[in-house]
T-cell receptor
């Protein structure tokens, strides 16, 4: 069964700290992986998409990596800010006609001012 | 910037009633999805839709659920006879080709 897990479930850091969020997937035949941000009671905002042929993607202070062989992806946030506080979700796509997303449980990040 | 929109933002209904959740995907997108998130749980795939037909559905998407793209812009999810366990946040998403899925803000469905 294709599953995605995220550790830790919650993380609290002081403002300015660099941090890493982890995502693991059971099936290495991944097609691509997306990282999302979810604010309380709100929708999902796409942050980064990494194709299976790529090792990493960067957007501003965010850098996502993908290691298919170990079944892991990481989201690195540099110089964290209180506005980064949210739940971060990773979701794997295993291809096929539909490209449905299989989501992890998320990491709730709190950046303390 | 184009975005996926959903209405209503919150729907309250009695058990056994029919509800229709509405979505307007990004206009040049070709693939459409519904996902749901029960409070405190993972976001789960319900159904995908392409070329005016369902391309895949999950075990959750039973005979009580249906989807429709009636007019080339709207994409709807109908639940025929709601149950308490249908209470969740329902998200619509769309994508153009083999790339990012864009999500709407969600509809919170509360079944009493």
């Amino acid at each position: 069964k294709q599953e995605v897990t995220q550790i830790p479930a919650a993380l609290s850091v002081p403002e300015g700290e660099n941090l890493v969020l982890n995502c693991s997937f059971t099936d290495s035949a991944i097609y691509n992986l997306q990282w999302f941000r979810q604010d309380p009671g709100k929708g999902l905002t796409s942050l980064l998409l990494i194709q299976s042929s790529q090792r990493e993607q960067t957007s501003g202070r965010l850098n996502a990596s993908l290691d298919k062989s170990s079944g892991r992806s990481t989201l690195y946030i540099a110089a964290s800010q209180p506005g980064d506080s949210a739940t971060y979700l990773c979701a794997a796509v295993y291809g096929g006609a539909t490209n449905k997303l299989i989501f992890g449980t998320g990491t709730l990040l709190a950046v303390q001012p | 910037e184009p975005e996926v929109t959903q209405t209503p933002s919150h729907q309250v209904t009695q058990m056994g009633q029919e509800v229709i959740l509405r979505c307007v995907p990004i206009s040049n997108h070709l693939y459409f999805y519904w996902y749901r998130q029960i409070l405190g749980q993972k976001v789960e795939f319900l159904v995908s839709f392409y070329n005016n037909e369902i391309s895949e559905k999950s075990e959750i998407f039973d005979d009580q659920f249906s989807v429709e793209r009636p007019d080339g812009s709207n994409f709807t999810l109908k639940i025929r006879s709601t149950k308490l366990e249908d209470s969740a946040m329902y998200f619509c998403a769309s994508r153009r080709y083999v790339d990012t899925q864009y999500f709407g803000p969600g509809t919170r469905l509360t079944v009493l």
